[in-house]
């Protein structure tokens, strides 16, 4: 089974700033990753698929990067609507499909 | 529009059974495989299972094979998710969402949750 570590848990940031949150996988799988953006009684939301591909409608401020077992989520500019839970989901071997611990992204 | 709405959740007691559904719309429904994940209270996202557009295939997560069974109905646009023996441990939000492409399990779109509770 493939094993998702996102790290922190938790990251403080201000309205304005620049966030890169991490994901490690404890082995290669190449750029099979999503990022998910989960607020509150809300359900998740694809922000990113296959390492750096944005659906669409989601703003250009988050971009995604990494292949092999290492990946990041950026976001650019940080808006008030961004402070929630990220999370990261590989495809490459499943059953079973695994999602990370999340990473929560308060305001300092 | 693609629209998920699931049903079915509730209270349940340990050892019963539940059904829940997810009704789709705006999309090709048999053309995607239909995913169900599941977030207990405070708790991470957890796959539990995932059938494929023509509903040939279906997956589960250790923690449910043997006691969950997904199906659909292209049809009705509509996955089902029945559940059985359940236990404390499956209280959950259950999700159902679609795949971004066929079998391509990055998911798009989610439904808005269903509560299930297994409590005496």
Redesign the interface.
């Known amino acids: 089974e493939i094993v998702l570590t996102q790290s922190p848990a938790t990251l403080s940031f201000s309205p304005g700033e620049r966030a890169t949150l991490s994901c490690r996988a404890n082995q290669n799988i190449g750029s099979f990753l999503?990022w998910?953006q989960?607020k509150p009684g809300q359900?998740?939301?694809?922000l990113i698929?296959?390492s750096s591909n944005r659906?669409t409608g989601i703003p250009a401020r988050f971009s995604g990067s990494g292949s092999g077992t290492d990946f990041t989520l950026t976001i650019s500019s940080l808006e008030p609507e961004d402070f929630a839970v990220y999370?990261c989901?590989q495809?490459i071997t499943?059953?079973?499909?695994?999602?990370?611990?999340?990473t929560r992204l308060e305001i300092k | 529009e693609v629209q998920l709405l699931e049903s079915g959740g509730g209270l349940v007691q340990p050892g019963g059974s539940l059904r829940l559904s997810c009704a789709a719309s705006g999309f090709t429904f048999s053309s995607y495989a239909m995913t169900w994940v599941r977030q207990a209270p405070g708790k991470g996202l957890e796959w539990v299972s995932t059938i494929t557009g023509g509903g040939g295939r279906t997956y589960y997560a250790d923690s449910v094979k043997g006691r969950f069974a997904i199906s659909r109905d292209n049809s009705k646009s509509t996955v089902y998710l029945q559940m059985n023996s359940l236990r404390a441990e499956d209280t959950a939000v259950y999700y159902c969402a679609k795949a971004i492409e066929a079998a391509r399990i990055s998911l798009d779109y989610w439904g808005q949750g269903t509560l299930v509770t297994v409590s005496s």
């Open positions: 999503a998910y989960q359900a998740p939301r694809l698929y296959d659906p999370y989901q495809r499943w059953p079973p499909i695994t999602f990370g611990q999340g």
